[in-house]
């Protein structure tokens, strides 16, 4: 890995690519401890009061925007709005036939969906914007006082709208001339910002002397490294499905009858379906969070039945993290469609006739490795709640999340293959040599 950066830094368009990205990122980080107008930092920033005990989704919200959530900075929306419009119109690209017609139309229809996405984006951070703002104000000390209420609405919501739109164009700009996907780059930065934390607790628990502190700490770093490599190995595995093309002449020159495989990734899922169970999880924490129930009453009682230290929250996100998954992998790849491929190209599973037996037997074997993977995500995923379960003060470093570092080795990963591709591209010595 280490070799492939410097490499890459020695050459000198992709070290133009790598300033740009760290310049663009750069901004972005600046942008994230700008302030919005009446807000109090003093007070939302502060432990004691701010968002950072508030559970539910925000915590995840806080994470993958570097804390600039929970303390109302300008990118406190960060590329939330982005994704889930992202999502959204990958989901009705499959449910509208003329958004699949563009899909399928080369770089005009590409365009025209990044277009469409934008808008999306632009319509989700109002409306989230609006839901952020309607939260501060709920706590009358995090919001300064002020003679016009609408406003300063207007105000707070057009400075977190344009701070996404904002999150947008730095995002889209990694991607036109930088390296790696520029959603996943800032998630990636905010992350290891938000990690810093986790860190200096560890530093302090350890400073703090006692055999329990230090074994504690030394027990956590033990399981972050073994999760580490557990997500580096199965990031990397895959299920190769063997694929023998035939013997076909064209012309005067004979082509096919090598052997292939078709790779299957053991999580071709990524980290979706875990964000999308912690989500609909989280749901009833958040809306709590807004509508504030009156204690002891009934959806007060609702609403702590989903607290994650409860049995139903764990057994509902093992459920929906598993259905997720199935549900992911059945419309972003389509069996179908590959082996319709492989029969035009002439090529065929052994021992498997081509159409449909083989898409049901690519079918078959796409399932069992789904399953791998969803068990993988519930692994991971449980790890943090066992850590808040078992104690809280002395395992906070796990219990920052595994998702977390899922998020980021992948994006480590995914960033040097795109590297080793382009340092591959430029020193390709061609047929003659």
Request: aromatic content about 12%; some cysteine; hydrophobic content about 50%.
């Amino acid at each position: 890995m280490f070799k492939t950066v410097v490499n890459a830094w020695r050459t000198p368009d992709l070290k133009k690519k790598i300033i740009f990205t760290l310049v663009i990122l750069l901004l972005y980080r600046l942008g994230s401890c700008i302030p919005v107008p009446y807000v109090n930092p003093l007070i939302i920033s502060s432990p004691e009061a701010g968002f950072g005990n508030m559970g539910g989704i925000f915590n995840y919200l806080a994470t993958i925007s570097g804390n600039g959530f929970s303390q109302a900075k300008l990118f406190a929306l960060s590329v939330s709005p982005y994704i889930t419009a992202q999502i959204v119109i990958q989901l009705l690209t499959i449910a509208i036939p003329a958004l699949e017609r563009l899909s399928k139309d080369g770089e005009e229809g590409r365009q025209k969906i990044n277009k469409y996405t934008r808008y999306l984006t632009i319509a989700l951070s109002l409306v989230t914007a609006y839901g952020y703002y309607n939260l501060l104000k709920n706590n009358t000390l995090f919001l300064i006082d002020t003679n016009s209420e609408t406003l300063r609405m207007l105000v707070m919501v057009s400075c977190y709208c344009a701070g996404a739109a904002l999150v947008m164009w730095l995002a889209d700009k990694i991607n036109e001339h930088g390296i790696g996907n520029g959603v996943s780059m800032i998630l990636f930065v905010n992350i290891l910002s938000s990690g810093s934390e986790a860190a200096a607790r560890l530093l302090s628990q350890v400073k703090a002397g006692g055999f329990y502190n230090i074994f504690s700490a030394i027990l956590s770093v033990i399981i972050l490294l073994a999760v580490i490599v557990l997500i580096v190995f199965i990031t990397n595995s895959e299920r190769r499905i063997p694929v023998q093309y035939a013997k076909r002449v064209v012309g005067r020159k004979m082509y096919g009858g090598q052997s292939s495989n078709l790779p299957l990734k053991l999580n071709m899922a990524g980290v979706m379906p875990v964000i999308f169970a912690s989500s609909i999880v989280s749901l009833p924490a958040t809306i709590g969070a807004f509508a504030q129930p009156k204690e002891g009453g009934f959806w007060w009682k609702f609403i702590n039945f989903f607290t994650p230290d409860s049995w139903f929250y764990a057994v509902l996100t093992v459920a929906l993290i598993v259905a997720f998954s199935y549900f992911y992998i059945s419309i972003s790849f389509n069996t179908v469609e590959v082996s319709n491929n492989l029969k035009k190209n002439g090529g065929f599973v052994p021992g498997i006739r081509p159409g449909r037996p083989t898409a049901d037997y690519i079918k078959k074997i796409l399932n069992r490795v789904t399953l791998i993977g969803a068990l993988f995500l519930i692994v991971i995923a449980g790890l943090p709640m066992l850590a808040n379960l078992i104690d809280s003060a002395h395992f906070g470093v796990i219990a920052m999340g595994g998702t977390s570092l899922l998020i980021v080795i992948g994006v480590a990963l995914e960033t040097v293959r795109d590297l080793e591709s382009q340092l591959a591209m430029r020193h390709y010595k061609g047929f003659l040599e």
